[in-house]
């Protein structure tokens, strides 16, 4: 089970979590780019290739035998801060549908560039499964 923290007093923030406590089995998934399962882009836009990073997030922790509420942590490399803001709404409602919650610590950075030329943004995502969830 995890468990989004928030210290007393605080505002709960919107579309994240300020920390997570879990306990279980880590899984690290290193930065995952918007191109599918043959390393080839389906699109230049910012938005799909967000949601094509978040589904290749969820098919790696998938192959480590657990689920999207599983995930505690996310950094998010960004090549354009404006074309991240400008598609939230179609990247808020992917991530609603193949995350679900928001209860994870999340970071946003906007950074020159990335490894491949055509990659707009990278995720890299650590999740904890428990101990219950693998024995089932």
């Given at each position: 089970?995890?468990?989004?923290?928030?210290?007393?007093?605080?505002?709960?923030?919107?579309?994240?979590?300020?920390g997570v406590a879990a306990s279980g089995t880590q899984v690290y998934i290193a930065g995952q780019i918007g191109w599918d399962e043959n390393a080839c882009f389906t699109s230049r836009e910012f938005g799909a290739q967000a949601v094509q990073a978040l589904r290749n997030v969820v098919a790696v922790l998938d192959a480590?035998?657990?689920r999207p509420e599983h995930l505690v942590r996310m950094t998010w490399y960004v090549t354009d801060k404006h074309e991240y803001l400008a598609s939230l709404?179609?990247?808020g409602a992917a991530f609603r549908e193949l995350i679900g919650d928001y209860d994870?610590?999340?970071s946003?950075?906007?950074?020159v560039a990335l490894i491949e030329d055509d990659a707009k943004v990278e995720i890299e995502a650590t999740a904890v499964i428990p101990d219950s969830a693998r024995a089932a």
């Open positions: 089970m995890k468990k989004a923290l928030l210290p007393a007093g605080w505002v709960k923030p919107r579309g994240y979590a300020n480590a035998g657990g709404k179609a990247i994870i610590a999340m946003a950075v906007q950074v």
